[in-house]
């Protein structure tokens, strides 16, 4: 297998295990768990998230490309097949609408009036990034194809470009490295809400995990601009450990899979490998 294919599904599984994982705390009898970080039981059911990347990193094996129009096919495809996958209200009504023929070409852009802006193109791209982390300028073009499908809204786009770019510098073992971490993300961002939070958090501290979460957002309002810079925040400070990565992802609480999903993507093309004990509960991945 291609060795940047091999890095796409590296991270899909990385994000697959922090997405079923952060998936556990909706409940709030597992929410005690957090500050003693303890696992939860049972089996960890995956969401829209991994979904949704599943997609992704197929049309990377067939094409090696983001091809928008097949792309939004396997959306709509795997959700036609299994819709119970906690998608947004959104993502349901524009996938519903091309599994029976519409094109996400005329639904995408009127998506709440200007397309979304929500966390979902960001949630799924971290396996697009370590596929393309050895060509920085096709990455962002390739990122923002395969959000535009679902997200049209430049800062939906921009989202997706940073965890792209995050993935991509893990794959590199610049994640840890935190003020060139945040200075290579930040030159190709485009412009917007997002990359000014990006900025925000490249001045926070290590220590300050409290201020970071408060003032960057822990994806309470699903959207693009107020999930991926906190998780960009943990990713550089706790890449060093998959563990301590995640349980900081979902420690401020927020949207739990999907914070689990972008950081777990992105810390494992810097770890190599999956604690063994955490994917012994993860539902095994299937096409």
């Known amino acids: 297998m291609d060795e940047n294919l091999e890095l796409a599904f590296l991270s899909l599984e990385g994000l697959a295990l922090g997405d079923a994982f952060g998936e556990q705390f909706f409940r709030k009898q597992n929410r005690a768990l957090i500050p003693r970080r303890q696992l939860p039981a049972g089996i960890w059911r995956w969401t829209d998230d991994t979904h949704m990347a599943l997609s992704i990193v197929e049309m990377l094996e067939e094409a090696g490309t983001i091809i928008p129009d097949e792309l939004a096919k396997k959306f709509a495809y795997r959700f036609s097949k299994?819709?119970?996958?906690?998608?947004?209200?959104?993502a349901?009504?524009?996938?519903?609408?091309?599994?029976?023929?519409?094109?996400?070409?005329d639904f995408a852009p009127k998506l709440f009036n200007g397309g979304s802006y929500g966390n979902g193109a960001a949630m799924r791209v971290a396996p697009l990034?370590?596929?393309?982390?050895?060509?920085?300028?096709?990455?962002t073009d390739e990122a923002m194809k395969s959000a535009m499908v679902t997200?049209?809204?430049?800062?939906?786009?921009?989202?997706?470009?940073?965890?792209?770019l995050g993935a991509a510098y893990a794959a590199r073992e610049i994640l840890t490295e935190s003020?060139?971490?945040?200075?290579?993300?930040?030159?190709?961002?485009?412009?917007?809400?997002?990359?000014?939070?990006i900025?925000?958090?490249?001045?926070?501290?290590?220590?300050?995990?409290?201020?970071?979460?408060?003032?960057?957002?822990?994806?309470?309002?699903?959207?693009?601009?107020?999930?991926?810079?906190?998780?960009?925040w943990c990713a550089t400070h706790y890449g060093h450990s998959y563990e301590d990565a995640?349980?900081?992802?979902?420690?401020?609480?927020?949207?739990?899979?999907?914070?689990?999903?972008?950081?777990?993507?992105?810390?494992?093309?810097n770890v190599k490998k999956l604690p063994e004990d955490w994917l012994a509960h993860r539902e095994p991945l299937k096409g």
């Open 246 to 269: 995640l349980w900081m992802a979902i420690r401020h609480g927020g949207d739990f899979d999907t914070l689990g999903a972008i950081v777990g993507g992105i810390v494992v093309l």
């Open 92 to 105: 349901a009504h524009l996938l519903s609408a091309i599994a029976n023929g519409a094109s996400w070409r």
């Open 151 to 164: 997200h049209y809204h430049p800062e939906g786009q921009a989202g997706a470009v940073a965890v792209a």
């Open 129 to 139: 990034g370590a596929y393309f982390n050895d060509d920085i300028n096709r990455l």
């Open 199 to 232: 900025f925000q958090a490249s001045k926070i501290p290590k220590e300050e995990h409290q201020r970071a979460a408060e003032e960057l957002g822990t994806g309470r309002y699903v959207s693009a601009q107020d999930t991926v810079p906190y998780c960009l």
């Open 179 to 197: 003020d060139e971490f945040f200075g290579k993300v930040l030159q190709c961002v485009p412009e917007s809400e997002v990359k000014d939070k």
């Open 82 to 90: 299994d819709a119970h996958r906690g998608y947004g209200r959104g």
